[in-house]
């Protein structure tokens, strides 16, 4: 039986375990982190698809507030398992980052990173925009947490701006997984088979 030793390196994926950990999950990711992953991504996908749509594009007030009610809902069930997902993941992958000197991976770790706090942005300011309860499904109901009209209104405008924000990281992530893809480099195997 081999001795493993308290620290490796493993050059074909530059990961580095201690104690036998993987510090450094560049081309692995555990199958939480990848169900977590996908299911985070039909999440965002739709509820930011649909919610543009309902605001910008359907001129009927009934899809518009069908719409509003149901990503509402879905993006509170969604608020936990979001917060799970960045526990998870904080941490993987800085120590590597932080010796490298390559700075499109760095670049690479700050445009994740920024995707992780926009997300929460959009959700908090989503949650603290609400001047009515919150039905989850009719299942239960949260009472509305702010009722001054003016807050409403500020945590609507950081709400929108961040919405803003985290479509156009989602679109520099999926540009960067396109262009990986096309040069050799398959991203989206790791991350989903």
Known sequence: MAFLPMFALNKKWMSFRVFGIDAVSYSTYSRLQKGL????????????????????????????????AFNVALATLFAPVFVFRMCVSFGKGYADVLRSSDVMRYAAFVVHNLIYITTLIVIVSGFLMMNRDIDVFGLFYIPAVITDPRLHRGFSDSHTLACYGLALLLFMHVAAVIKHHLTGRPVLKGMFF
């Not at 739709?46 to 543009?52: A, F, K, N, Q």
């Open 37 to 68: 992953h996908a299911i985070s991504m039909m999440i965002i996908v739709w509820l930011m698809t649909s919610g543009y749509f309902a605001a910008y594009i359907t001129r009927i007030p009934e899809v518009k507030e069908a719409v509003s």
